[in-house]
């Protein structure tokens, strides 16, 4: 339900009224008040006068003396006021007359009567109370003299209405007062709500974000002025609103076009924004879909950095803003890896952060399993050279032969170590400085050919053939070095476990927009299914035990493989039926 709401210009009547009535109420009371001490002054003169005369009147009789106060009737006659009541008491409080009273001689004792017991003590005293004789009030004036009292009284008669009645001028002047008053604020304020009601109007306005910059209606006070300001005001935080949310959805593309998942929350765990991406974490490391960011509180695996981030938002602790903590943990589901990390703002609202470091943590993992296989495969060759030197140098009585023998055996096993080296290198190459290498337009055939002559009297020995079906117009965009150790190391494969008498075929089968595609297949015994997808791995070798001794590095297809996807493209190998393998592989244009 809404209130009525008053006008200002009502309001301003009613405090004015308000203020006038309290003024008025307040001076008319002093007024009466005035007139009542003034009243009282008179009857007490008047009184005193009419005990001096009842005084004299006694004396002048010998009434005392006498006993016979009714003559004091008399007096009573002599005055005007009808009221006027005349009593004579003795010491005791005695009534000895009572103008008012017939019989007198009857009545009560007075001496406890206020007025008594002043004029007892001081000589005289008024008082001034009801009559229950004649239903008025009275003032009473007794005074005490030669042990009796005289006391006079008369009707006490300073009423509200008698004194509204005397000052009905004034009244009416306040009345007039009050109507001038009243028309002139009509005015003054009827113009100070004109600028008020402009001004909400304008407020109004500028609430419900319509333009401003027409409004010129500004009027020449201090009124004006603040309507000036605030149509600056107003204009700046316009702007500054504009600004910020070209700001704020600049910050917005900024968080979705992130890989990391963002999100704020309150200190009651109230998402206060979040991007995409941060669901969609959500929805990869918890069990079930979800489209709600705070599903993120009820994961398991989330829980010890709530846990964490809870001792910070409960603590009374103040957060220091140059050193936020941060609190982070890192995560395996489903064969990835993520990171998430939750940071403490001063106002106890926190920021969590996901990301997916599957890639850096498995390359973490590899690069750790790779440096322990590396040492284990110098550790062959190495210890073979130390077993030639040892026996060279330890039997003097080695024949020239046997002495030539191995050093022969040593020098080989040197240049494995050599072998060993040059493709780990070239791999690390590969994978970490991947830029380094110099691409360019190329022609395969070329690189091929030369690769081939090389080796040509190897091929021969084991009476291989090769043959080549590729045009010689076909140009990829790589690097020679290494698309010539991509075939130089297939047809070093094919030379070592293909074996005699084989053939090996090299095509291009297909070409697409982007890509060459390639078959390599040789003729020879090739491998058996379940290591086919293993080939490409480092150091993975078939015949582990035999091939350590003698045959390659095991890095072979390591480095084929990593040189093609460098060229953009992909490799896989397959069982021919009838024997052999084959490697399909593309390269890009
Ligand atoms: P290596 O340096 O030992 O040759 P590779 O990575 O080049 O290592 O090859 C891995 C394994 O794959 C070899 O040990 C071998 O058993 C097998 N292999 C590779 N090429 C051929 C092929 N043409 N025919 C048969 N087996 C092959």
Redesign the pocket.
């Known amino acids: 339900m809404t209130r009525h709401r008053r006008s200002y210009q009502q309001r301003i009547f009613i405090y004015f009224f308000a203020v006038f009535t309290v003024f008025t109420v307040l001076t008319l009371a002093f007024q009466f008040n005035r007139e009542k001490e003034f009243r009282k002054e008179q009857l007490e003169t008047e009184l005193n006068t009419i005990s001096e005369i009842t005084l004299k009147f006694i004396e002048r009789y010998e009434l005392f003396y006498y006993k016979d106060f009714s003559r004091l009737d008399t007096i009573k006659q002599l005055v005007p006021d009808k009221n006027l009541r005349i009593t004579v008491a003795n010491r005791k409080g005695n009534i000895l007359y009572d103008s008012f009273v017939a019989d007198y001689q009857n009545m009560e004792n007075h001496l406890t009567r206020p007025e008594f017991q002043k004029a007892l003590h001081s000589g005289q005293g008024g008082n001034i109370r009801h009559s229950s004789t004649t239903g008025q009030d009275f003032y009473y004036f007794a005074r005490y003299i030669d042990d009796y009292f005289i006391r006079c009284a008369v009707v006490y008669d300073v009423k509200v209405q008698n004194f509204l009645q005397t000052e009905r001028v004034f009244i009416f002047f306040i009345l007039a007062l009050f109507i001038i008053t009243g028309i002139i604020l009509y005015f003054v304020t009827k113009r100070l709500a004109d600028f008020i009601t402009k001004l909400r109007d304008f407020a109004i306005r500028a609430n419900n974000d319509e333009d401003m910059s027409s409004d010129t209606e500004f009027v020449d006070s201090e009124i004006g002025d603040i309507q000036k300001q605030i149509v600056s005001i107003y204009n700046h935080l316009h702007d500054a609103k504009n600004e910020l949310g070209a700001e704020k959805d600049r910050l917005y593309n900024h968080l979705n076009a992130l890989n990391e998942g963002i999100a704020f929350f309150n200190s009651n765990n109230e998402k206060i924004l979040a991007n995409s991406r941060f669901i969609q974490y959500i929805n990869l490391i918890s069990d079930h879909s979800t489209i709600s960011v705070n599903a993120l509180f009820d994961i398991d695996e989330v829980k010890p950095l709530l846990e964490k981030l809870k001792e910070y938002l409960d603590d009374e602790k103040i957060i220091n803003p140059h050193n936020l903590p941060v609190e982070t943990i890192r995560i395996a589901k489903n064969d990835k890896f993520y990171k998430i990390q939750g940071i403490i703002f001063p106002d106890k609202s926190f920021e969590i952060l996901m990301s997916d470091i599957t890639r850096l943590e498995k390359r973490r993992l590899l690069k750790q399993q790779l440096t322990s296989n590396i040492a284990h495969e110098l550790k062959t060759p190495l210890a073979s050279i130390k077993g030639y030197l040892d026996t060279l140098l330890s039997t003097k009585s080695l024949t020239k032969e046997k002495q030539l023998y191995f050093i022969e055996k040593a020098y080989a096993q040197s240049k494995r170590l050599g072998d060993l080296l040059n493709d780990i290198s070239l791999l690390n190459n590969i994978e970490d400085a991947g830029e380094l290498f110099d691409f360019k337009e190329l022609k395969v055939r070329p690189i091929i050919n030369d690769v081939v002559e090389n080796m040509t009297s190897r091929l021969v020995e084991k009476n291989m053939h090769i043959e080549l079906n590729i045009d010689d117009s076909v140009q990829v965009y790589g690097n020679e070095n290494l698309l010539a150790s991509v075939f130089q190391?297939l047809i070093e494969?094919?030379i070592?476990?293909?074996g005699k008498n084989t053939s090996i075929n090299i095509r291009q089968y297909l070409e697409d927009e982007k890509f060459y595609y390639f078959s390599y297949l040789?003729t020879?015994?090739?491998?058996s299914e379940e290591?086919l997808t293993r080939?490409f791995e480092r150091f993975?070798?078939?015949?582990e035990g035999r091939?350590r001794e003698t045959?390659?590095?095991?890095?072979?297809?390591?480095i084929v493989k990593n040189a093609v996807q460098l060229h953009q493209g992909d490799i896989s190998a397959r069982i021919k039926t009838g024997g052999g393998?084959e490697f399909i592989f593309s390269l890009s244009k």
């Not at 020879?524 to 491998?527: A, M, R, S």
């Not at 993975?540 to 015949?543: A, K, L, W």
């Open positions: 190391n494969n094919s070592n476990y293909a040789d020879g015994k090739g491998i290591h080939i993975y070798r078939v015949d091939m045959g390659g590095t095991g890095l072979g297809l390591s393998l």
